[in-house]
């Protein structure tokens, strides 16, 4: 149990526009659900127009953790400017955005209510996990490119807000217009590939859009999960997205169609100029330089979490 020492204090920083606004609807009873544990709350509401490096410079030996409200592009911006700024605390995530799959590996379920994830946290314990690395950018959960994987980019935070993953579905839709096939190489320690592909991922996390797609990733082992849909026509490549809809998380192997690597860092390009995401943020452009940095970020999960 996370119980703090003559108030120690906790940075709170939390997204306004994530999700349904509920952090601010909730904020007096988080303040007082962490006085409670013996925790400061120092928050920090994040507008991306003031100077958020400015206001974390304060942290210091004082601090005990971090706690980030927001999606997934919200935990993207702290982790990296928690790296630039040479800040290592544990994060604890509260999932305030729309799909929150970074906060789903860490064993808060999309459905877990905000005051209740903060009871999660509290009661949880401190455990160093991997990210990824591209090209000097890190990513918590996924980096990707191809079909589909640029549609949080592209949905307005209002649809987001006003219709959740419905607003990511309706995107999609749109995203069939342009149905092409990339032609990309890959050069790994833990394998190679040359040639066409509608999606490419390296997966820190399991999950995109609530979807478990990298079922057999591991978030601690030092390695990245990289996955290649090749697809032989639209309609093989809508076969194997399919194979991903039950959502059980029982399958032993992926389909046939996908291209399946373990690696500790790879090398990949593209040749075509194409967009590339990194949770749900826009990445990179190509040559990509991608690497796994092992144990370097540590967060707060409950402790009875199922994916931990």
Not at 47 to 54: G, H, K, L, M, S
Not at 219 to 247: A, E, F, M, R, S
Not at 268 to 296: H, N, V, Y
């Amino acid at each position: 149990m996370l119980r703090g020492t003559a108030m120690q204090k906790v940075k709170f920083i939390y997204n306004p526009s994530s999700g349904e606004n509920l952090v601010a609807e909730h904020l007096d009873s988080i303040i007082d659900l962490y006085q409670r544990y013996g925790y400061m709350l120092v928050p920090h509401r994040l507008d991306f127009i003031a100077d958020t490096a400015e206001a974390m410079r304060d942290i210091d030996g004082s601090y005990h953790h971090a706690l980030v409200a927001g999606g997934d592009g919200t935990v993207n911006y702290m982790v990296n400017l928690f790296k630039s700024l040479g800040i290592d605390i544990p994060l604890g995530i509260l999932p305030a955005g729309t799909a929150n799959d970074f906060a789903t590996v860490l064993g808060l379920p999309p459905r877990t209510g905000i005051l209740e994830a903060c009871r999660l946290l509290l009661d949880g314990r401190i455990t160093p996990i991997d990210v990824g690395k591209v090209n000097g950018q890190y990513f918590v959960n996924v980096f990707s490119c191809g079909l589909f994987t640029d549609i949080s980019q592209k949905t307005p935070t209002l649809m987001k807000n006003t219709f959740g993953k419905l607003a990511y579905y309706v995107g999609g839709v749109g995203e069939l217009s342009r149905f092409r096939k990339l032609k990309i190489s890959l050069d790994c320690d833990g394998g190679s590939y040359e040639g066409d592909c509608f999606i490419f991922f390296v997966f820190n996390g399991h999950t995109a859009g609530n979807l478990k797609i990298a079922y057999l990733s591991e978030i601690d082992d030092g390695l990245l999960d990289v996955l290649i849909v090749k697809g032989g026509g639209p309609i093989q490549t809508i076969q194997t997205l399919l194979h991903y809809l039950p959502l059980t998380g029982r399958h032993k192997k992926y389909p046939q169609g996908i291209e399946h690597f373990r690696c500790s860092r790879l090398t990949a390009d593209s040749a075509t100029d194409e967009t590339t995401d990194i949770d749900g943020q826009p990445g990179p452009s190509f040559p990509l330089e991608i690497e796994c940095e092992k144990g370097g970020l540590r967060v707060i999960i409950p402790r009875k979490s199922a994916n931990r």
